[in-house]
């Protein structure tokens, strides 16, 4: 890759993320990303661009020699957050942001994808760049990649995701389970409303889903066991509309759970159940529990994949070994289906001192890590279909 100038390709990545950034758009319907995805990568002739979705791009390079078949993801969506950074590349579009820096994934793909496209003649094998989209919104743009049937024949994937916890270019992973189990939970309790100066004749779910949102909160302290992690948040408690009136007719609860096996997992979501039932019962109201089918399952990394990835990381310079995986969720997780997948994260720290966090309004990547980024799927697609 001697030929290649990066300190044009940086100036690139950073104008095709400025661009990005620019114009964010909701998960499952990012139109102009995609639109702007393929406008730009039309004139590398050797990539074969597909939209097996709605919005979202898939693109194709045949290398001169039969191989492997080798899938690089990024994803394409923003956030609902109003942007508060004052860059110059800051969002145009009110209350919507490239806060999670899918932009800046977006940017080193079309980056590797560019320059790849000139190397064809030096690839055995195939590989796929996938722009995927709705990350952020269940049930996910990943799922239905994998059901289409365009990834087929792919036999290892790889992503990145920026982090802004970390040093400006440096990459981190984590053998075996590196992201949790995401569950979303809502729970309607349902009682009888009436006249507030007149409790005896209301049942009040008010009351049954104050207690609940307590008693959930003893499954992690007193149900799981100790040497495992997870988490229960309730995130929202609906009832009544302000009045002092009146005691009203339901509760509405609504939170998340995260884990890091099927076993805990299965285990938290049945205590959910158990105790919102037997809290609603003792108050004499009805409850339902109902969580959402589509959550997004724990990203194992792959150990073979891991001793790749690492080692082409290394060879960049900064290299970080994670001990312990994150408790987020992310769809990369359904690529599983198909083949082992290594999911790392790259520093985005700007300078130093406390960052603003993924998905805040003052979210603000270093945009040097774009090199890295690209620099890092080059140096695995070197490995594994160009030797
Ligand atoms: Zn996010
Ligand atoms: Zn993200």
């Given at each position: 890759m001697e030929q290649i100038n990066w300190q044009q390709l940086s100036r690139q990545l950073a104008d095709w993320r400025a661009a990005i950034h620019r114009y964010p758009e909701l998960s499952h319907q990012e139109r102009v990303t995609t639109d702007y995805i393929i406008r730009q990568l039309s004139p590398f002739g050797a990539l074969e661009i597909s939209c097996p979705a709605a919005t979202g791009v898939v693109v194709r390079l045949r290398g001169a020699h039969p191989g492997r078949t080798l899938a690089f993801r990024a994803d394409i969506d923003a956030l609902p957050v109003e942007e508060k950074?004052?860059?110059?590349?800051?969002?145009?579009?009110?209350?919507?942001?490239?806060a999670c820096g899918h932009d800046m994934h977006t940017a080193m793909l079309m980056g590797a994808a560019s320059v790849l496209a000139q190397q064809q003649a030096s690839i055995h094998g195939e590989i796929l760049f996938i722009f995927q989209r709705g990350e952020e919104m269940s049930p996910g743009g990943a799922k239905e990649l994998v059901a289409s049937g365009v990834l087929a024949g792919a036999e290892m994937f790889f992503a990145l995701h920026v982090l802004?916890?970390?040093?400006?270019?440096t990459l981190a992973l984590k053998r075996g389970i590196a992201t949790a189990n995401r569950d979303t939970f809502n729970i309607s309790i349902q009682g009888r409303g009436g006249h507030s100066a007149m409790p005896h004749l209301t049942l009040d779910p008010l009351i049954a889903a104050t207690q609940a949102v307590q008693a959930l909160q003893s499954i992690v302290a007193r149900e799981i066991d100790p040497r495992e992690s997870a988490v229960i948040s309730v995130c929202s408690l609906i009832c009544g509309d302000g009045t002092t009136a009146a005691i009203p007719n339901e509760a509405r609860l609504c939170g998340t759970t995260r884990t890091f096996t099927p076993e805990v997992r299965a285990q938290i979501k049945a205590a959910i159940a158990r105790i919102v039932q037997g809290v609603a019962q003792a108050h004499r109201c009805q409850a339902r529990v109902i969580f959402d089918e589509w959550d997004y399952s724990a990203i194992i990394n792959d150990d073979r994949l891991c001793d790749i990835a690492s080692a082409a990381a290394r060879s960049l310079g900064a290299f970080y070994a994670q001990s312990a995986p994150a408790f987020v969720g992310e769809d990369f997780s359904e690529y599983q289906a198909i083949a082992p997948v290594c999911f790392a994260w790259l520093g985005v720290a700007n300078?130093?001192?406390e960052q603003p966090a993924l998905h805040n309004s003052f979210f603000n990547p270093c945009e040097d890590a774009l090199l890295h980024g690209t620099r890092y799927y080059l140096a695995l697609a070197r490995k594994l279909v160009m030797s």
């Open positions: 950074t004052g860059l110059a590349c800051a969002s145009t579009r009110p209350g919507l942001m490239h802004p916890s970390l040093p400006c270019g300078g130093e001192g």
